[in-house]
C-alpha cells in the first residue's frame, strides 16, 4: 500500500498502481498530448518500452484488449502491465 502511494505521489500522470510481484506492476496513466490522434501501432509502445497496454478507458468507454489499430485521445487512461523499470520509462515519456 505505501509503495502504491509513493508512487502516486511521484508520478502525477499516474492514477493507480498495482504492484503483481517485487518487479512487476500494472499501472493506470493518463495520455498526455504527446500521444493524441496516435494509434497503439504508431506509438509502438511494446517494442520502444517492454510493456504491454491491457486496456484503454475513453470517457464510458473501456476497450480491454485494444488492438494495434486503436487511437489514443489526450486524457485516455492505459492500463499498462509490465517491468516496473520499463513502467517508469514509459510514464516518463508519455
Not at 502504491?4 to 500522470?13: C, D, E, I
Not at 495520455?31 to 500521444?35: D, N, T
Given at each position: 500500500m505505501g509503495l502504491?502511494?509513493?508512487?502516486?505521489?511521484?508520478?502525477?500522470?499516474v492514477?493507480?498502481?498495482?504492484e503483481l510481484a517485487e518487479e512487476y506492476s500494472?499501472?493506470?496513466v493518463i495520455?498526455?498530448?504527446?500521444?493524441e490522434g496516435k494509434t497503439l501501432s504508431d506509438l509502438d509502445i511494446r517494442a520502444r518500452f517492454g510493456v504491454n497496454v491491457m486496456a484503454i478507458k475513453s470517457?464510458?468507454?473501456?476497450?480491454?484488449?485494444?488492438?494495434?489499430?486503436?487511437m489514443i485521445h489526450e486524457g485516455d487512461i492505459?492500463?499498462?502491465?509490465?517491468?516496473?523499470?520499463?513502467?517508469?520509462?514509459?510514464?516518463?515519456?508519455?
Open positions: 502504491r502511494v509513493a508512487h502516486n505521489l511521484v508520478s502525477p500522470n492514477l493507480d498502481f498495482v500494472i499501472v493506470e495520455a498526455s498530448e504527446k500521444l470517457g464510458t468507454h473501456f476497450n480491454i484488449a485494444p488492438s494495434a489499430d486503436d492505459l492500463v499498462v502491465i509490465g517491468h516496473n523499470n520499463d513502467l517508469k520509462r514509459f510514464e516518463e515519456k508519455s
